[in-house]
């Protein structure tokens, strides 16, 4: 059973930063890993991923410069470093796994497994 928990959401200001943390358990394989986001009344929509080599990223175009994705493997930690946050950038945020590698990077409906998601406000 694959699980996933994402942690380090919080408040802060506009041009603050905040680091998010995924933790990884019940599977050690292959996976693409990425981070989404969730407004209400929104859809969900694609922040960043990164490739089963741990290395090749893919981020959108709203983040690009200011966020970066990476894992830690030896913590099996999926990482999201945000700088210079944005009041739009005001989401629920979850981390996503897709076993298929195949699948679109920055598409949730191409994710299997799912965390419960962990709060970011901006303001």
């Known amino acids: 059973h694959v699980q996933l928990v994402e942690s380090g959401g919080g408040s802060v200001q506009a041009g603050g930063s905040l680091r998010l943390s995924c933790k990884i358990s019940?599977?050690?394989?292959?996976?693409?890993m990425g981070w989404f986001r969730h407004i209400p009344g929104k859809e969900r929509e694609g922040v960043a991923a990164?490739?089963?080599?741990?290395?090749?990223?893919n981020y959108a175009d709203s983040v690009k410069g200011r966020f970066t994705i990476s894992k830690d493997n030896t913590k099996n930690v999926l990482n999201l470093q945000m700088r210079n946050l944005k009041p739009e950038d005001t989401a629920m945020y979850y981390c996503?796994?897709?076993?298929?590698?195949?699948?679109?990077?920055?598409?949730?409906?191409?994710?299997?497994?799912w965390g419960q998601g962990t709060q970011v406000t901006v303001s």
């Open positions: 019940g599977f050690s394989g292959s996976m693409c």
């Open positions: 996503a796994a897709d076993f298929r590698l195949g699948g679109r990077v920055l598409v949730p409906g191409d994710y299997q497994s």
């Open positions: 990164i490739n089963s080599d741990d290395v090749t990223t």
